[in-house]
């Protein structure tokens, strides 16, 4: 049964399943942030549940194909040992699923700190789009807002 599963879920099916299973997380997130539907479905555990499913998957599947992950290790010692390892297919899909989680949680986080200050949806869309493409400019953009709503700079929250 894993490997027909296996057979089916290429590396490269996985991420465009990827891509596309994270857009509507997105637009709920964007469009109607204040319902029960993102309230229960995207700021919940339950994409980043589906997300790590996924992530265990690979490691798995990548464990099964004899995937050195001791080589991962060696990305702290400099650019060319991370540029070798972005070389690898499986090591940019497990990178892929990091960076699409991570700017996701931060969406979520921008969307549940935003209702603490009221701050509207519309003023809103543009960091959480920012986000969802390069997320730490979009976060810091969502953070000089929230410093005018707020009336004060909290360096600390």
Not at 18 to 28: A, D, E, K, S, T
Not at 87 to 115: M, P, R, T, Y
């Amino acid at each position: 049964m894993i490997e027909q599963i296996s057979a089916f879920f290429s590396s490269e099916m996985i991420y465009l399943w990827l891509n596309l299973g994270v857009i509507p997380f997105w637009i709920i997130l964007i469009f109607f942030p204040q319902s029960k539907l993102c309230n229960y479905i995207v700021i919940s555990i339950f994409p980043f549940f589906l997300l790590s499913l996924v992530y265990s998957y690979l490691l798995y599947l990548f464990y099964m194909t004899g995937y050195n992950y001791n080589q991962n290790f060696s990305l702290y010692l400099g650019l060319d040992n991370l540029r070798n390892l972005f070389s690898e297919n499986a090591f940019l899909l497990l990178f892929w699923i990091h960076f699409l989680g991570v700017n996701l949680f931060c969406g979520c986080w921008i969307i549940k700190d935003s209702q603490k200050f009221n701050i509207s949806k519309y003023v809103n869309f543009i960091p959480l789009f920012i986000t969802y493409f390069i997320g730490p400019i979009g976060l810091f953009l969502y953070w000089l807002i929230r410093v005018v709503y707020a009336k004060k700079i909290n360096l600390i929250d």
